[in-house]
């Protein structure tokens, strides 16, 4: 089961952090990633970070945004700094039984719930 927390609504130009709580199994095999789904559009993804903490970012958020994780609390984490109003959304996590994220939703094995990130102008 995954669990994000941390959203919220914020002035552009702002910054959140999400979390993503894994319980259940053993977090460390897998990867995670980030997707977000804005009303009316499709789930795109946001980035991914490997079992060994190597990242990926879309382009509409690189430079911006930085994924980590504590395989030691099961949890991963979406910095997301200098947020614009199109940055808003529903944020999902995911976790895959593989080495490596992808940038493809299903390929992902578990999601979490999502938690609303609003930016206002």
């Known amino acids: 089961q995954l669990v994000e927390s941390g959203g919220g609504l914020v002035q552009a130009g702002g910054s959140l952090r999400l979390s993503c709580a894994a319980s259940?199994?053993?977090?460390?095999?897998?990867?995670m990633g980030w997707f977000r789904q804005a009303p009316g559009k499709e789930r795109e993804f946001v980035g991914a970070?490997?079992?060994?903490?190597?990242?990926v970012f879309a382009d509409s958020v690189k430079g911006r945004f930085t994924i980590s994780r504590d395989n030691a609390k099961n949890t991963a984490y979406l910095q997301m700094n200098s947020l614009k109003p199109e940055d808003t959304a529903v944020y999902y996590c995911?976790?895959?039984?593989?080495?490596?994220?992808?940038?493809?939703?299903?390929?992902?094995?578990?999601w979490g719930q999502g938690t609303q990130v609003t930016v206002s102008s």
């Open positions: 970070i490997t079992r060994n903490g190597v990242t």
């Open positions: 259940g199994r053993s977090f460390s095999p897998y990867a």
């Open positions: 995911a976790a895959r039984i593989a080495s490596f994220g992808s940038t493809s939703s299903n390929r992902y094995d578990y």
